[in-house]
């Protein structure tokens, strides 16, 4: 959208690297933070933030923190914002009652983009910059303007998605209205079932303004069509012209087709802020996933009644308390306005699956052009992609002349040698290929450091971008329903000679997946890692056997906890070093 590359600009002027200085007094946050899922994350969200302000690629004078969640049950983002709002107390006392605060829920596994897993969606790469930015940069860059007008408060935003908008040369998003203020962007139903819709109050109008303020009647969580027509959520997109209604991932709505208004950050004022904080230190010990969108939102609004408090229809996990916390939710807030920044001319873009980000990052997507997104970003490699269509795309790594990359693949932090040939829609990441090898089509195939028994050891995992790492089973009986790259999991347990018992499984017994699956091999060196993986991978794809019992086996489970995140961060230092001297080199020879 036009705004995006002045923001961008904006953004590069204030970070340390341009001038060293710390950012004047409400030019910028005062509090960047960052929710991490448990302890290893939350040292590894600590190292790539302190790594970033050495290099001074952050704006200084920033107070930046990373709060993890409680150990124990899972808290949802709903839980993460209770537990910040409680870390910024115990920092700050009274004091950040005259905050501006930016919370970023990144406390994920990143189970659907697992090459985020290790390092955090926060931090994923992204094809564009010198040195390469990161979503962490894009949040930072695409908020710039909301500081200056907003009220002391929280904003609330997601570390996998991206909003971009256009306004008025002289109009601002403000937030300095009482209660919640959320941003809304047109999308089709279907867009709509699976996301938060706002049922906006009547409004008076002409025509539709880019940037309009409008207050909510009552928020609906992931409905269903008839529900959005039901509840009046639905608008006909006759004042709109064609161009208007692009939805960001989601095709361009039609002329006079239906739409409505989906959901994605939202601000709440210091003092709900505090109401909230003092519902939680009341409760003490939080032992259920609570929703941020859909338990906070939901409360909100003159429309609002207690019904969403007992559906448990978009519930990942059904906890005995769920219902009791979401009442009581429910009654703390209800009353509380929501007011709605209606962004007419604005796009809403999700990366955190592994088609999302193939899709963005290697097809003709309006992402892409928005973003200047490039096909060759910081990288040596000579072979120049197609320029119309799906192209590779090639973050931060070096590759030999003689590697081939097929199209609608991605390749980042890696090296490849000159006999390495990806196939297409592929990901490779953090991986080192000197050998021959092949990366079969829809390949998915990422190396991780780990520090073992004090020793430092690899681990690839591998498997197909479409591979569901979520779907667990109960039993070992159906692991039958599992699949690997398209494949019955118990044949390839077969193909690999891995005998099926419980100890094949890591952590929950009663929860088999892909993801607590022990069947990838530690190595000694980062080459023989990818290299021993990819056999793994060819002997199912080949239906040729390869066995893995003279390995040890971990599960991507296990690797998160032995990873060593010193090492993948030096290891991606090498690279950018290897291509900044590559890069001095090749200016000198041509002056």
């Known amino acids: 959208m036009q705004n995006f590359r002045s923001y961008f600009k904006a953004f590069v002027n204030l970070h340390g690297s341009s001038s060293g200085k710390p950012v004047a007094a409400g030019e910028f946050w005062d509090i960047v933070a960052i929710t991490a899922a448990d302890e290893k994350q939350e040292l590894a969200y600590k190292q790539q ?41 115990k920092l700050y006392g009274d004091k950040w009652n005259s905050f501006t605060i930016l919370l970023i829920h990144s406390g994920g596994y990143s189970q659907r983009l697992p090459n985020a897993s290790a390092l955090g969606k926060i931090f994923t790469a992204l094809p564009f910059g010198n040195p390469i930015y990161q979503m962490l940069e894009l949040k930072l860059a695409m908020y710039i303007d909301f500081p200056s007008h907003m009220k002391p408060g929280i904003l609330v935003t997601c570390a996998d998605d991206i909003e971009l908008y256009s306004v008025g040369e002289c109009e601002f998003i403000r937030f300095d209205k009482p209660g919640f203020t959320a941003l809304a962007h047109p999308s089709s139903l279907t867009v709509g079932t699976t996301h938060g819709v706002f049922v906006l109050e009547p409004f008076n109008y002409l025509a539709y303004k880019d940037l309009e303020y409008r207050c909510c009647h009552r928020f609906l969580h992931k409905p269903s069509i008839e529900q959005m027509h039901h509840f009046n959520a639905v608008c006909r997109a006759g004042n709109f012209s064609h161009q208007d209604m692009a939805g960001g991932d989601t095709t ?21 802020a505090k109401k909230l904080l003092a519902f939680y230190e009341k409760i003490g010990t939080l032992n259920c996933e609570i929703d941020a969108y859909g338990d906070f939102l939901q409360a909100l609004g003159p429309g609002a009644t207690v019904e969403y408090t ?75 992609p197609k320029c119309s269509g799906n192209t590779s795309c090639i973050i931060q790594s070096i590759l030999d002349s003689g590697c081939s990359v097929a199209t609608g693949s991605v390749v980042e932090y890696s090296r490849l040698g000159p006999n390495v ?42 498997f197909g971008v479409q591979d569901n790492l979520k779907r667990n089973v109960k039993t070992l009986s159906d692991i039958k329903l599992l699949q690997f790259f398209g494949v019955c999991f118990l044949s390839c347990l077969n193909i690999w000679n891995l005998k099926v018992t419980e100890e094949l499984f890591s952590g929950n017994k009663t929860c088999l997946s892909l993801w607590n699956a022990r069947i990838f091999p530690a190595c000694s060196s980062l080459s023989d890692s990818v290299t021993t993986s990819l056999k793994m991978l060819n002997a199912v794809r080949n239906k040729s056997p390869f066995s893995l019992n003279k390995y040890k086996l971990l599960s991507i489970e296990e690797m998160l906890i032995y990873k060593d995140v010193e090492d993948m961060i030096t290891y991606r230092e090498q690279i950018f070093l290897e291509i900044t001297l590559n890069r001095k080199q090749f200016d000198l020879e041509a002056s």
């Not at 989906?262 to 709900?272: E, G, I």
């Not at 040939?421 to 592929?426: A, I, L, P, R």
């Not at 090898?437 to 195939?445: I, K, Y």
């Open 252 to 272: 361009p709505l039609k002329l006079e087709s239906e739409y409505v208004y989906t959901d994605s950050l939202f601000y709440m004022d210091h003092k709900t």
């Open 421 to 462: 040939s990806v196939g297409e829609n592929c990901i490779v990441s953090g991986c080192s290929v000197i050998t021959e090898a092949v990366l079969p089509a829809d390949s998915f195939v990422c190396s991780l450091s780990l520090k073992m028994n004090g020793y430092l050891k690899y681990s690839t995992m591998a």
């Open 49 to 89: 933030l302190s790594e970033k302000l050495k290099k001074k690629e952050l704006p200084l004078g920033v107070q930046y923190h990373v709060f993890v969640d409680p150990a124990g049950a899972k808290i949802g983002n709903g839980g993460s914002t209770l537990c910040a709002l409680r870390c910024l107390e």
């Open 310 to 384: 007992r559906n448990t229809s978009n519930v990942t996990k059904e906890e005995a308390e769920l219902t009791d916390i979401r009442q009581r939710i429910f009654h703390l807030l209800k009353g509380t306005s929501l007011n709605v920044v209606v962004l007419n001319k604005s796009k809403f873009y999700h990366i955190g699956t592994t088609e999302e980000y193939l899709f963005h990052f290697t097809s003709e997507s309006s992402l892409k052009s928005e973003l200047g997104l490039q096909s060759i970003a910081f990288s040596i490699f000579s072979t120049t």
